[in-house]
């Protein structure tokens, strides 16, 4: 496309977000540049030199088992030889050959680069794709595999997704993890796409729960610097704002400053599943855990039904590790740009927007939060009669959890910052 034209006009806009919201994977664009709202996830995976044919080989079996689960045949791709897409076929696919690849890559301090997709060219969405770097400078840079996965699909089977996405945190034992949708950019390059920028900004005025993820663009962290410095606009620097699963590690719940059962109280919500991973140790022993979180569904939220609850709970634990100047464009923005796209300095805004004095999209846009379908008797606003004795808790003050009798009115922190104080029951007393 031109990038001195208009890529969407106002009609053609809304034609793509209401066709995503019948269904995702709704593809725009030129013939092999269609880009659509997908579902992913991307795990990015810190290591060291002596780790690099062990996290390799992961991505590996990952691949294989991807190939074997999708629904959909992969029709391109990247040969890790030479780096070029090409059809796929025994030999190139190969678990063999795969990994006599890697141990060259090892052998001579070379990228490991994987990556397949079920279009005939990597620039552009996909129902499944995938792509991982393992990295040769894992003292700079995170190792990552991302995975574009079918809406339909996983609708159908849920466990069988949930159950691979289990195996594959306890083979990479990842230090980010995300997964949620967003506009398919798996197989993407270094480079990005403009096209896809564009479609990212357009697509976060009208939809909470689309997420911007960029593996090569985002994965520096330079952990082993002198002074600990961390780049601010790299995921090295804080975790991004979760749209539906996320991993907090050991590293960043640490740095978060929370034991796990505090994880669990500051998420205690009958819609919010958390899952205990056992992480090991630079050493090699098992010594801590780490905790993939899901809230709810997988969900756009439209802006207009209201700022979701789930994820103004996620935002919230995570808000003093967030990496609010992540940079979240491929291409750097430029004076006289005529489409939307993030800068400098909306990005941190977006990142910002489950925050309770946020704007975003606009103060006109933004709906009053949504809450999510629970009991009567689980949740409970400042004001309103107690529905059901028990403890209660609320984010709106960490220290208030107390007990409460039937009938009792619910206080309220109208000084908190968290916003609106909405009180829940907690969740072992729930029968």
């Not at 990247?78 to 796929?88: G, I, L, R, S, Y």
């Not at 569904?297 to 207009?304: G, N």
């Not at 919230?316 to 740009?337: M, S, V």
């Not at 028990?390 to 984010?395: D, K, L, N, S, V």
Request: negative net charge.
């Amino acid at each position: 496309m031109s990038t001195a034209h208009i890529y969407l006009k106002d009609d053609e806009i809304a034609d793509f977000v209401q066709e995503t919201k019948n269904e995702t994977q709704y593809f725009y664009g030129q013939e092999g540049y269609e880009y659509g709202v997908c579902p992913y996830i991307s795990f990015y995976v810190f290591h060291d030199q002596k780790k690099f044919l062990s996290v390799a080989n992961a991505a590996i079996d990952i691949l294989d088992e991807l190939k074997n689960m999708a629904d959909l045949p992969f029709a391109s791709v990247c040969n890790p030889k030479t780096a070029n897409w090409v059809v796929p076929t025994d030999a190139n696919m190969s678990l063999e050959y795969l990994r006599k690849q890697a141990i060259w890559h090892h052998e001579n301090k070379e990228l490991f680069i994987l990556g397949a997709t079920d279009m005939d060219g990597p620039e552009c969405s996909a129902c499944w794709a995938f792509s991982s770097y393992t990295s040769r400078v894992a003292s700079s840079y995170y190792s990552f595999v991302k995975i574009t996965f079918r809406d339909s699909w996983y609708q159908k089977n849920k466990s069988i997704w949930n159950d691979f996405v289990l195996r594959c945190i306890s083979r990479l034992q990842p230090e980010h993890c995300y997964s949620g949708y967003e506009i398919g950019t798996t197989t993407m390059s270094v480079f990005g796409a403009y096209e896809s920028d564009v479609m990212e900004r357009i697509c976060a005025d009208y939809f909470y729960g689309v997420d911007i993820d960029h593996p090569p663009k985002m994965d520096y962290h330079a952990r082993n610097s002198e002074d600990g410095w961390a780049p601010r606009t790299k995921l090295g620097g804080g975790l991004r704002t979760p749209t539906w699963c996320f991993m907090l590690s050991p590293y960043w719940r640490k740095k978060l400053g929370k034991s796990v059962s505090e994880v669990k109280q500051a998420l205690s919500h009958p819609d919010i599943h958390i899952i205990e991973i056992p992480y090991a140790s630079a050493e090699g022993g098992a010594d801590d855990v780490g905790l993939w979180i899901r809230m709810g569904e997988l969900s756009l939220y439209p802006v207009e039904e209201g700022v979701p609850e789930l994820l103004t709970l996620g935002s919230a634990l995570i808000k003093p590790i967030r990496c609010d100047l992540l940079q979240l464009f491929t291409l750097h923005p430029w004076e006289g740009d005529p489409n939307p796209r993030f800068d400098f300095e909306n990005g941190p805004l977006w990142m910002a927007r489950f925050d309770p004095d946020s704007q975003w999209p606009t103060p006109s846009a933004r709906a009053p939060m949504k809450f999510s379908p629970t009991g009567d008797d689980l949740r409970c606003p400042a004001g309103a009669a107690c529905p059901r004795s028990g403890i209660w808790w609320t984010p709106a003050d960490s220290n208030a959890r107390r007990a409460f009798l039937q009938g009792e009115e619910m206080p309220d922190f109208p000084e908190s910052t968290y916003g609106a104080t909405i009180w829940y029951r907690e969740s072992e007393q729930r029968s």
